[in-house]
């Protein structure tokens, strides 16, 4: 059975979810050895430490290697990857996608959607890995490294094939003549991939954002280049490599999937983005540097996703207590680094109405406080929270962030079982005016969040979609009981082209984006120019050529 037709029911399900946006999800996201094996997590362990001090085996034997990973947990990897110059990467992914880019679209996505499967059966080994790189606590480097980024493979690869599908593989076209015999042309249609595909890695979620658009690019027919953070190798390594063994097991030249890695102190990303070899980027990271891809790339076909200021605005809740759990929840998960956190709450000055009495300005600062205290009181389930800080940059900005406001809870170091030199930090809480924009007004990545006082929730809304709008943005929160509120707040939000959350309470955080339903940045503000993922984000990845041939009478 081919690989196509193996997966062909999971894909048709992946399709049809993309088009329901209901809730589906192909791979369970239970690190349960019920549902991967009994052995499965004991096994991921074992695997990834075997790979620790060695060098990476990627079939290339010889040549430069390079590699200075530490974990944020406090250990060095040790590990090592076999290195090219970029013109020898783009010479070699160019010779590969010769044939891949003549291979059928199921023989295509039939690849691709085993490699997302054995991907899955690896999960527990790309947990260890993601955990040691990104610093996320592990149950959530197994879910956001592993199934959740399966998810999302699976959606982009769901669909580059319905996009593709669409157009037919050949037609036979007759255009009457009145009394003559009618023109007839046969027609066939072929997909061409626009070439060598550069995928730039972030280093908090490699996997998560790197994925939709390797699958993307790969699906479509063209070679793949992934460059990864020189602090955050190992799950993208663990993925090329498993891509090259499906490829060259289909009988494809594995080199239509390659590994870039680098060193901080001799990077490649700007030589590989600005080579005129590459038709196709994909950048996850700071706007920056992300400014710098659009304005640098050798081709115009950029998809960026890089960072925004996220906000909250607080009107009114019918539950007090659960609306401050579910910010402090918010505010700690993963110490803050994820691009879809929020930063700035929006308070009246004159306070809130709740279904504990009005709350003033000051108390709704101490309740959220408190919150995060009672969160992370125990410092097992604090760990499993925030995990480390992945970056030695971000205690630093914490550190400085401590000026810009009246601090109403501190950051601290956590302690973490088992890992005396682990890095991390709790949320940091200010309180500032609407009027000290020099503060809340720039992103502050990591965990540090404003409260601010603001003349009411009209100006609350405002200044927050006209943040998202100037600054870029993924996420916005309300919290209302009113109706005519939560519409005001939806229409400013969607025109500022942010995804609005309203009166999350539950186990359901702003955070969280789901593949298949969620819409991950809209590409309508300047958090980023893509949308993970809509027919956008792969239909300009291959062009349709045609060819006409006429039929005599």
Same mark, same amino acid.
């Given at each position: 059975?081919?690989?196509?037709?193996?997966?062909?029911?999971?894909?048709?399900?992946?399709?049809?979810?993309?088009?329901?946006?209901?809730?589906?999800?192909?791979?369970?996201?239970?690190?349960?050895?019920?549902?991967?094996?009994?052995?499965?997590?004991?096994?991921?362990?074992?695997?990834?430490?075997?790979?620790?001090?060695?060098?990476?085996?990627?079939?290339?034997?010889?040549?430069?290697?390079?590699?200075?990973?530490?974990?944020?947990?406090?250990?060095?990897?040790?590990?090592?990857?076999?290195?090219?110059?970029?013109?020898?990467?783009?010479?070699?992914?160019?010779?590969?996608?010769?044939?891949?880019?003549?291979?059928?679209?199921?023989?295509?996505?039939?690849?691709?959607?085993?490699?997302?499967?054995?991907?899955?059966?690896?999960?527990?080994?790309?947990?260890?890995?993601?955990?040691?790189?990104?610093?996320?606590?592990?149950?959530?480097?197994?879910?956001?490294?592993?199934?959740?980024?399966?998810?999302?493979?699976?959606?982009?690869?769901?669909?580059?094939?319905?996009?593709?599908?669409?157009?037919?593989?050949?037609?036979?076209?007759?255009?009457?003549?009145?009394?003559?015999?009618?023109?007839?042309?046969?027609?066939?249609?072929?997909?061409?991939?626009?070439?060598?595909?550069?995928?730039?890695?972030?280093?908090?979620?490699?996997?998560?954002?790197?994925?939709?658009?390797?699958?993307?690019?790969?699906?479509?027919?063209?070679?793949?280049?992934?460059?990864?953070?020189?602090?955050?190798?190992?799950?993208?390594?663990?993925?090329?490599?498993?891509?090259?063994?499906?490829?060259?097991?289909?009988?494809?030249?594995?080199?239509?999937?390659?590994?870039?890695?680098?060193?901080?102190?001799?990077?490649?990303?700007?030589?590989?983005?600005?080579?005129?070899?590459?038709?196709?980027?994909?950048?996850?990271?700071?706007?920056?540097?992300?400014?710098?891809?659009?304005?640098?790339?050798?081709?115009?076909?950029?998809?960026?996703?890089?960072?925004?200021?996220?906000?909250?605005?607080?009107?009114?809740?019918?539950?007090?207590?659960?609306?401050?759990?579910?910010?402090?929840?918010?505010?700690?998960?993963?110490?803050?680094?994820?691009?879809?956190?929020?930063?700035?709450?929006?308070?009246?000055?004159? !306070?809130?109405? /709740?279904?504990?009495?009005?709350?003033?300005? %000051?108390? $709704?600062?101490?309740?959220? *406080?408190? #919150?995060?205290? &009672?969160?992370?009181?125990?410092?097992?389930?604090?760990?499993?929270?925030?995990?480390?800080?992945?970056?030695?940059?971000?205690?630093?900005?914490?550190?400085?962030?401590?000026?810009?406001?009246?601090?109403?809870?501190?950051?601290?170091?956590?302690?973490?079982?088992?890992?005396?030199?682990?890095?991390?930090?709790?949320?940091?809480?200010?309180?500032?005016?609407?009027?000290?924009?020099?503060?809340?007004?720039?992103?502050?990545?990591?965990?540090?969040?404003?409260?601010?006082?603001?003349?009411?929730?009209?100006?609350?809304?405002?200044?927050?979609?006209?943040?998202?709008?100037?600054? !870029?943005?993924? /996420?916005?929160?309300?919290?209302?009981?009113? %109706?005519? $509120?939560?519409?005001?707040? *939806?229409? #400013?939000?969607? &025109?500022?082209?942010?995804?609005?959350?309203?009166?999350?309470?539950?186990?359901?955080?702003?955070?969280?984006?789901?593949?298949?339903?969620?819409?991950?940045?809209?590409?309508?503000?300047?958090?980023?120019?893509?949308?993970?993922?809509?027919?956008?984000?792969?239909?300009?990845?291959?062009?349709?050529?045609?060819?006409?041939?006429?039929?005599?009478?």
């Amino acid at each position: 059975m081919s690989f196509f037709e193996a997966h062909r029911a999971r894909l048709e399900q992946a399709v049809g979810a993309c088009r329901a946006r209901v809730y589906w999800s192909a791979y369970p996201e239970v690190a349960s050895g019920k549902i991967y094996g009994e052995t499965a997590k004991a096994d991921g362990e074992a695997a990834f430490k075997a790979l620790l001090g060695k060098p990476f085996d990627l079939g290339e034997s010889g040549g430069r290697r390079v590699g200075r990973e530490v974990s944020p947990y406090g250990m060095p990897l040790g590990i090592t990857y076999p290195a090219m110059d970029p013109d020898a990467l783009i010479e070699r992914s160019m010779k590969a996608g010769d044939g891949w880019a003549r291979a059928s679209i199921g023989d295509r996505v039939g690849v691709c959607l085993e490699i997302v499967d054995r991907l899955n059966k690896q999960s527990f080994l790309i947990a260890h890995a993601a955990m040691h790189t990104t610093g996320q606590a592990f149950m959530m480097a197994f879910q956001a490294a592993g199934p959740h980024a399966q998810d999302r493979a699976l959606e982009a690869i769901a669909y580059a094939y319905d996009e593709m599908t669409r157009v037919p593989r050949e037609v036979n076209w007759s255009k009457p003549q009145g009394k003559g015999d009618p023109i007839v042309l046969d027609k066939v249609f072929r997909i061409v991939p626009r070439g060598v595909s550069l995928v730039i890695g972030c280093a908090t979620f490699p996997t998560w954002n790197g994925y939709p658009a390797v699958f993307a690019s790969l699906a479509t027919g063209n070679s793949v280049i992934v460059k990864p953070h020189p602090g955050a190798i190992l799950p993208l390594a663990i993925t090329v490599k498993i891509a090259r063994d499906v490829l060259k097991e289909a009988g494809f030249d594995p080199d239509v999937v390659m590994l870039a890695p680098d060193e901080a102190e001799a990077p490649i990303t700007q030589e590989l983005a600005a080579h005129p070899g590459v038709a196709i980027v994909d950048f996850t990271g700071s706007p920056a540097f992300g400014q710098w891809v659009r304005e640098n790339a050798a081709t115009d076909l950029v998809f960026t996703e890089e960072a925004g200021i996220n906000s909250i605005v607080i009107d009114s809740t019918g539950d007090f207590r659960g609306m401050c759990a579910n910010i402090a929840f918010s505010l700690s998960l993963y110490s803050g680094q994820m691009c879809t956190a929020p930063q700035n709450i929006f308070v009246p000055a004159s !306070g809130i109405d /709740t279904n504990e009495g009005h709350k003033s300005f %000051d108390e $709704v600062a101490q309740a959220l *406080a408190m #919150a995060i205290d &009672r969160l992370l009181g125990d410092p097992e389930r604090a760990a499993n929270i925030l995990g480390t800080v992945q970056n030695a940059a971000t205690i630093q900005r914490i550190e400085a962030a401590r000026k810009l406001g009246r601090i109403i809870r501190d950051s601290a170091a956590v302690p973490i079982a088992g890992f005396g030199e682990a890095r991390t930090a709790s949320p940091l809480l200010l309180a500032v005016d609407a009027k000290d924009d020099r503060a809340w007004g720039e992103e502050r990545f990591g965990p540090i969040a404003f409260v601010i006082r603001t003349g009411a929730t009209e100006e609350s809304i405002a200044l927050a979609s006209q943040s998202a709008r100037r600054k !870029g943005a993924i /996420t916005a929160s309300l919290y209302s009981t009113d %109706d005519a $509120v939560i519409d005001k707040a *939806a229409d #400013a939000f969607a &025109r500022a082209g942010v995804a609005l959350s309203v009166n999350l309470t539950g186990g359901i955080y702003v955070n969280q984006s789901a593949a298949f339903s969620d819409y991950h940045v809209s590409g309508a503000n300047p958090a980023g120019n893509a949308c993970l993922t809509d027919s956008a984000f792969v239909a300009n990845r291959f062009r349709v050529a045609a060819m006409r041939r006429q039929k005599t009478a």
